[in-house]
């Protein structure tokens, strides 16, 4: 099992930005695919990035294509969601997810979130206006 937790998160400006962070523990010797998704107030949870284990395949929504940054750094078994020109609509719970992978399976990535196994608790960000 991998345990995820999210970080980061709070209140911020229109126009800031935001890094959230999502540490992974216990099995974290698994190869795992990693995504960031958000669930807005009486809205569907929308993909919002995806990185393969290698970190060489990188998938973002079309809603926060150019202005995100997702990452991962394989030692501290940590994975990133940096968030620029935050609007007010971004106002969301921002989860991370992973799914193990095998071996040959290091440059795979889901966007849809049936795909993965292990989610976070989630971290809410307020863009205020």
């Known amino acids: 099992q991998i345990q995820l937790v999210e970080s980061g998160g709070g209140l911020v400006q229109a126009g800031d930005s935001l890094r959230l962070s999502c540490a992974a523990s216990?099995?974290?010797?698994?190869?795992?695919?990693a995504g960031w998704f958000r669930q807005a107030p009486g809205k569907e949870r929308e993909f919002l990035a995806g990185?393969?284990?290698?970190?060489?395949?990188?998938d973002y929504a079309n809603s926060v294509k150019g202005r995100s940054t997702i990452s991962r750094d394989s030692g501290k078994n940590t994975v990133y969601l940096q968030m620029n020109s935050l609007e007010p609509e971004d106002t969301a719970v921002y989860s991370c997810a992973a799914k193990g992978v095998p071996p040959y399976g290091t440059t795979w990535y889901g966007t849809s979130a049936g795909w993965y196994d292990h989610w976070g608790q989630g971290a809410h960000v307020t863009v205020s206006s």
């Open positions: 216990g099995r974290t010797s698994t190869r795992y695919a």
């Open positions: 990185i393969s284990w290698s970190g060489t395949r990188i």
